[in-house]
């Protein structure tokens, strides 16, 4: 991207890396449109031309939310943009406040653009209620294990898989129903898909 037509029109930028061994994705908030620059490759899409946007997040490896933002062009394919960034093997960079203003300043050009963009928050429905039925099957095979643990005078053994098995359901609950399908307007942005400031 041009650093002097960013610097010029002080148009809000937004950089992040993927994997560690992926090129950085850096997006550009235009007068008119989005701009990217992705693997070495530019484009850009209009901002009436943003046909949907879904707003989610995913559990991380230390009890942490990575935001994600999905748009989708109506010329097709679809871009992901994440509030991590990549700097090594495990070690990432949280950059939740930058990526909340950029989100937020998005959703406010796009209304007020006109387009006909349809804003989605949460899973898609046809991942959502699968994630439901997983999450209830495995609540009732762990009282079923504990149970047959209790009868076996296991007591031990059941009461550690209790545990494990609880602190599992509690963070898939948390990530199932925090992603729960719905329609939102971008001028009201649902919270429980946006990082905290």
Not at 31 to 50: C, H, N, Q
Not at 51 to 77: S, W
Not at 174 to 192: C, F, H, M, Q
């Amino acid at each position: 991207m041009d650093d002097t037509a960013e610097t010029a029109d002080d148009a809000p930028i937004y950089a992040f890396k993927p994997r560690m061994l992926a090129a950085e994705s850096a997006f550009r908030l235009g007068p008119d449109s989005l701009e990217w620059f992705i693997g070495g490759r530019p484009g850009r899409v209009a901002y009436p031309m943003i046909a949907r946007v879904r707003l989610g997040f995913r559990l991380t490896n230390f009890m942490g939310r990575r935001y994600t933002a999905e748009i989708f062009p109506r010329t097709g394919g679809r871009m992901e943009i994440s509030s991590y960034s990549a700097r090594g093997i495990i070690d990432t960079a949280n950059q939740g406040a930058a990526y909340r203003a950029f989100i937020s300043e998005l959703h406010r050009r796009i209304a007020k653009a006109r387009g006909e963009c349809r804003f989605e928050a949460g899973m898609a429905a046809w991942r959502f209620w699968p994630s439901i039925a997983v999450t209830v099957a495995m609540a009732i095979g762990l009282v079923y294990v504990l149970w047959r643990g209790l009868l076996g005078g296991q007591l031990v053994t059941g009461l550690i898989v209790l545990a494990v098995g609880i602190m599992f359901l509690w963070q898939m609950a948390k990530t199932v129903l925090g992603n729960r399908p719905r329609i939102y307007s971008p001028v009201a942005i649902p919270e429980d898909v946006l990082p905290k400031n």
